[in-house]
């Protein structure tokens, strides 16, 4: 029994087979080119299914940029990366062309599920989910249950309000990238420079450390919100580790009262680039397990 997952994002769709246990069993991308809109999507997914038809599916699992209402498949918000994307109901389109059951849910929530399954978050009934990457994306599992607010928007953790302005503007990987700029004339990646900041170089420390100062104002607030036991940090910039997740734990326990730090884990996220995927797979799991 294999589900086949879609991971649709603005620059790429990563797709592949995940079993019943959330095993990647293969996986491939080709590019979305955004651009060219909804139809052109729905030939890519069309494409995709043709190619793994014959591997015993029982469904289409989709991890979509933007924001969803997961509860029908509508996407309902966010930038217009995609034209038409948003106002489409993409489980209907499926579920009627292919006759199989589908699910569609925003990327970070299928990150937080993927995690709550499988990764850091398994056996946690509650805990905050953050990718840090081009921007902040967020998503929340309160009592076992992943939860998307009334308007099934929440979550959306990139927009909070920090001292300086919005919380992604500051504290993102793009927002890494630009401080570096600013203060060195260089356009670096993130690792680039984690690396000069390894050898000692005191500028790159000190960008460094007004990143996380940035970051860790962001998620004061949401210890504050949600006083949580747990969260759980994702995008490529957290592949720094342990070395990364100590500078954050440092300097968030100076931004916390006592009783919010009891007991309160930082974490790397464990399923990187295939979560959106696998906690798509829960979703249609928990779908079909309904019926």
């Not at 996407?75 to 009627?96: F, R, Y």
């Not at 790159?204 to 949401?222: F, M, P, Q, R, V």
Request: aromatic letters at 6%.
């Amino acid at each position: 029994m294999n589900i086949l997952a879609i991971d649709i994002g603005g620059t790429m769709i990563k797709y592949g087979l995940v079993s019943s246990k959330g095993e990647i069993l293969s996986t491939d991308k080709i590019k979305t080119e955004a651009e060219k809109g909804l139809d052109n999507i729905l030939e890519k997914i069309d494409t995709i299914l043709k190619k793994c038809k014959e591997n015993d599916l029982v469904g289409i699992a989709v991890s979509g940029t933007g924001q969803i209402n997961g509860m029908i498949g509508e996407v309902i918000g966010g930038a217009p990366i995609i034209p038409n994307w948003i106002g489409c109901n993409l489980v209907e389109i499926l579920e009627k062309r292919y006759n199989l059951p589908a699910i569609l849910e925003n990327d970070v929530n299928c990150m937080a599920l993927g995690e709550k399954w499988i990764g850091s978050g398994k056996d946690l009934n509650n805990f905050i989910c953050l990718t840090i990457g081009t921007g902040i994306g967020g998503g929340i599992i309160l009592n076992n249950e992943l939860f998307r607010g009334e308007n099934f928007v929440a979550g959306e953790f990139g927009h909070i309000l920090i001292k300086k302005g919005e919380f992604q503007d500051f504290a993102s990987t793009t927002a890494l990238i630009r401080l570096t700029r600013e203060k060195t004339g260089k356009i670096l990646n993130g690792e680039e420079i984690f690396n000069l900041e390894k050898q000692g170089l005191i500028e790159y420390k000190n960008i460094i450390a007004e990143w996380i100062e940035n970051l860790t104002d962001g998620l004061s607030s949401l210890v504050y919100c949600f006083n949580p036991k747990d969260i759980i940090l994702g995008g490529g910039v957290i592949e720094q580790g342990d070395y990364l997740i100590k500078k954050i734990e440092d300097s968030l326990s100076k931004k916390i009262g006592p009783r919010f730090k009891e007991n309160l884990n930082i974490k790397q996220a464990k399923l990187g680039n295939n979560a959106g995927m696998i906690g798509a797979a829960y979703l249609l799991l928990e779908k079909i397990n309904q019926k």
